[in-house]
């Protein structure tokens, strides 16, 4: 019998993982950090040792409210590293193929921030994704900061709501970030 859920989430920094994940498991709070042994490590060295550079994918993030579910944080690619990528391709491939279910990962959530359009899908998480044996591992795309496309819609579009009422507008706005989300998404 599994006794907890074991997510990897693949997201930029910035991106709202703590938003999603705190969703999920009903909080505000922050979660508790523990090493692969299961020893808490203090979330302040933590997010020093993030600064510097320094991750470790198999560190388990855990929240009070939902003890079964267990996040692992690739921590992103942002910083551009091909030894990032070896990295998590060798803790995926690891964790997708074990056979001790309590270790094994059971989603891979890749949240995509829709925040700057342009960089929706950098090339070194393509990357990881094409080259990656994820096994019977569901990656599931999650969609961040959906609301930061309005700027962009209301830009396309502001020569004709010229003289449109109110609610007409916000609908036209809507409309044209559907569109938007439709062309960055299935180009």
């Not at 690619?77 to 997708?96: C, D, H, P, T, Y």
């Not at 994820?134 to 795309?141: D, E, F, H, L, N």
């Not at 009422?165 to 569109?179: F, M, N, P, W």
Request: proline share 3%.
């Amino acid at each position: 019998m599994m006794s907890r859920f074991r997510v990897l989430i693949v997201v930029r920094a910035n991106a709202g993982k703590t938003t999603i994940l705190q969703k999920v498991c009903n909080t505000t709070d922050d979660p508790e950090i523990h090493n692969s042994k299961g020893k808490k490590i203090d979330a302040a060295i933590v997010k020093s040792s993030i600064k510097r550079g320094n991750h470790d994918i198999t560190n388990e993030m855990v929240f009070k409210s939902n003890p079964g579910f267990v996040f692992h944080d690739s921590c992103g690619f942002e910083a551009g590293s091909e030894e990032k990528i070896e990295n998590m391709k060798r803790f995926v491939l690891q964790r997708a193929h074990t056979t001790k279910l309590e270790e094994r990962i059971h989603a891979i959530w890749y949240c995509i921030s829709m925040d700057d359009p342009s960089q929706t899908f950098p090339w070194l998480e393509e990357k990881f994704f094409l080259e990656c044996d994820t096994g019977y591992v569901s990656v599931v795309a999650v969609f961040t900061k959906f609301e930061a496309l309005r700027p962009f819609a209301y830009g396309d579009i502001k020569k004709q709501l010229r003289g449109v009422s109110g609610e007409e507008c916000s609908k036209r706005i809507a409309q044209r970030v559907e569109e938007l989300f439709t062309n960055i998404c299935f180009e």
